[in-house]
């Protein structure tokens, strides 16, 4: 029986127009979800990071679990309704293509396909691998969503700027040596306002304390004005509010020079960034780390050559003063030994101290300790300009681990990162530069501080220098202390240096030191960094990041795929429109309507068994099939064009 196409039968206008209605609904669902993913993808690429209100974020951290779960049911949802939307165009693409000729092999790939699986046939690696590869990319879907919509804790940065005190140019030089001659000062430091004594005399001790035993493993945290400082100071100030300590206001003798501790003016503030009308959240925590100035030194100790010519260090020149030999009966000072300490750095210095001795002028060896210590400026550079300055000490009776020794300090202006966490401020030197000759009042009052911790430190019978390098000797192992302490000699006076340089910032920058808290603009240095917020959201990731291929690319391919087959479908369906033909109605990835429309008797197909021609299921699987319509729906076989076609019995 000669072929014959399908049977003309009217089509309706509201056949045509339901079935135009179905291909769109399709189009336009798969474009809702594509655009729902990469409008989500695109807003998230656009603002960089976006994170839901705060009290939600307390929600999502507090119950992780459900969040899991409810992205999860999301994605699966989102993945369902695509895969869904695919086999739909696939098995409608497929009714109108089996209305042509189209091999056996090829209809159990299009019926795999609607079916959501795959066929494996090696005579056929095409079409094997393309529904395998349609096959993997569904299965994606769920894992592409989830990794695009499941929210994930990072750290918002927002960028920060504001000012502090300036203590490097020659500005801060003037105000300072206005303050020296206002307090009676001179190129050392003599005296101090108030409670500034005790201030710089414990600050400095601890702040060296912290320094000299961290290397130990003592403890390396240091307070000061209810700040906490890693290790030492570094010479910074707070300039972030919730790091600045105190809350107090100081008095009107209590800055500058005379502080004593007390508020911080912070003018630090958030520079707006281009999403402005996305808020910033509160988060979890903050971290900070901010660019401002620093202050440190370097310091080399080396023990003192008696062979040596370039300076006279002298211990020996000491005598009894006082002795009361009936004190040991009503618990009075026995005697009292005078010492006169010199050395000669440039011009001949000399401090004396007082110890207390017994009746024999002799100090206890277990109980008593003396340090003396002499400070002195120089040696001067190349312009002949003060930029260091050296401290000579020497260690007796319970300090004499102590030996004789020379440290040179090398202060260096610092430019430092601050990183501000966990209440407590951590700094690390970013660049350094020397001291100028516009910084000799700065150097005159780094070295009054050393010169007010080495006398003021040494009583009569111990120094409190003295008893902080003895406890760090005392708790560490003999050998291991021996051989680094020249080290905790520097590390010692490194935390005083820079102590002297938070002091003074702090000083200057305390409420009430300039009119209205406004530092000038000659006296003032800018601070910039970086506001850390944790938080939970969605940040925007790296353009060759393989999380962000596995989040997009599924969700592309299987659009296009739909989308391919649903104008496939709809320009079948025009083109029945116009040549007012039905095709027959039917699902191919039904195994019912398959076998009802194999039993029509047309289709003629090897049997199972062997052939003289070879293997019968190979010979079918390359026969081409369409389906015809005479009285009923059926599956023909059809040859290429130009041979005839084999029919069955009608």
Known sequence: MDSASTSPRPLTVSHAHSKFVHYTVIIISQIFILAFGYGFLGAVAYYEYLAPSDPVCELMRSYPGEVTMLVTLIATVLSVITATLFTLSVKEALRHRICQPISLIQLSAGIALAQGSHILNHRHMTLTVFTLFVFGVLKLLTAGWTTLLTPTYFMWPVQLNGSEIDITGSAFATLLREEF??????????SIQNNAFEVLDIGGMLSGVAAAGFIFGLPGTFNFNGAKYNISTQGVVPTIEAFSGSDGIPDADGTRLGFSGGNITVNTGVIPGSHSSVPIPQGFSTNYSMWQQGLTANVNCQAIDSSQTSYIWNTNNSFVIYTNPAA???????????????????????????????????????????LPSVVCLGPTDTNQTYTSFTIFTQGFYKYEFLKASVCEVVPLLTRVRADYSNEQISSEVISFAPFQSENAELLSFIAGVAKY??????????????????????????????????DTQEDYWRGVVEFSATFLRSGFMATGSFPDNIIPNNLSSPVNGTMFISTIGWTRWTKNSPTYLLATVPLAIITILTFACALYSLLETWEEHRSRKHKAHFNVSNTIHLIMLCAAESLK?????????GNAIKNNEVVKVQLDEFDFPRLSNSQCVGEVKLEGDA
């Open 181 to 190: 001659l206002a307090n009676g000062l001179s190129m050392y430091l003599y």
């Open 605 to 613: 197909l090897g049997h199972f068994a062997k052939h003289k021609n």
């Open 453 to 486: 911790q080495s006398i003021n430190s040494q009583g009569l019978t111990s120094s409190t220098i003295g008893d902080t390098l003895y406890s760090i000797y005392s708790s560490t192992t003999t050998e291991r202390i021996n051989n680094n302490l020249n």
């Open 328 to 370: 040991p009966n009503n618990n009075s000072i026995t005697g009292l030994r005078l010492w006169n300490i010199s050395v000669n750095c440039d011009t001949l210095t000399a401090y004396e101290y007082l110890t207390i001795v017994d009746a024999n002028g002799n100090a206890s060896l277990s109980g008593n300790g003396f």
